[in-house]
């Protein structure tokens, strides 16, 4: 099964509202990762959150990482309408260069 | 800087065929890095290079393979295609430590037909 489980599955918001997705994974890590992937294209790179980080801020992005509960959230903050996309989370379980990606969360913002 | 470069973009096959794909990392980036994705499966990694040493690989058959020349582009080839190989096939460079971000191409939509 995929170490990365991300929830929920689908979110629906208004234009300028927040949105916030939670991703659990199983072993340890060195790191985690958020990317956001448009209709089907390639992926673009959000964050990387070590594991001896608690947070980390990039524009309206905000990430957290829990390492005793093994999860980590991503906040987007005044959410516009080009921020569409599905998020996934993905970590490198302990540093074996094999990252594990999550299910993913289906975000849509209405303008 | 160019990003992850990947050809061909589309392909049609039928099955019991073979196909390689490539994919051009970032200028100076030495890990490369496949995944599939399927709409039933999600994103799995297949395997990764680094140096043209294959450093990990995913659970896949077989069938799936790959390799890395010296200029860091890498190919990965599927032989005897079956109608599940049917996918977005993704590569992502980095520099190569566990701490590096992944840069990902825009992926080679396979169909076998």
């Known amino acids: 099964s995929q170490q990365g489980e991300e929830d929920p599955q689908a979110l629906s918001i208004q234009e300028g509202e927040n949105a916030t997705m939670n991703c659990s994974y199983k072993?340890?890590?060195?790191?985690l990762q958020w990317y956001r992937q448009n209709s089907g294209r390639g992926l673009v790179h959000l964050i990387l959150?070590?594991?001896?980080?608690r947070e980390k801020h990039s524009g309206r992005l905000r990430v957290t990482l829990d390492t005793s509960k093994k999860s980590s959230s991503l906040l987007i903050t005044a959410s516009r309408a080009a921020d569409t996309a599905s998020y996934f989370c993905a970590t490198d379980a302990g540093g074996t260069y094999k990252y594990i990606f999550g299910t993913g969360t289906r975000l849509k913002v209405l303008a | 800087k160019a990003g992850v470069t990947q050809t061909p973009r589309y392909l049609i096959k039928t099955r019991g065929q073979q196909v390689t794909l490539s994919c051009s990392p970032i200028?100076?980036?030495?890990?490369v890095s496949w995944y599939q994705q399927t709409p039933g499966q999600g994103l799995q990694f297949l395997f990764e290079y680094f140096s043209e040493t294959q450093r990990n690989k995913g659970n896949f058959p077989g069938r799936f393979s790959g390799r890395q020349f010296s200029n860091s582009r890498s190919e990965m080839n599927v032989s005897t295609l079956e109608l599940g190989d049917s996918a977005l096939y993704l590569c992502a460079s980095s520099l190569g430590s566990e701490y590096n971000e992944q840069f990902f191409g825009p992926g080679t939509r396979l169909t076998v037909l």
């Open positions: 072993t340890s890590i060195n790191n």
């Open positions: 959150i070590r594991s001896n980080e």
């Open positions: 200028s100076g980036h030495r890990s």
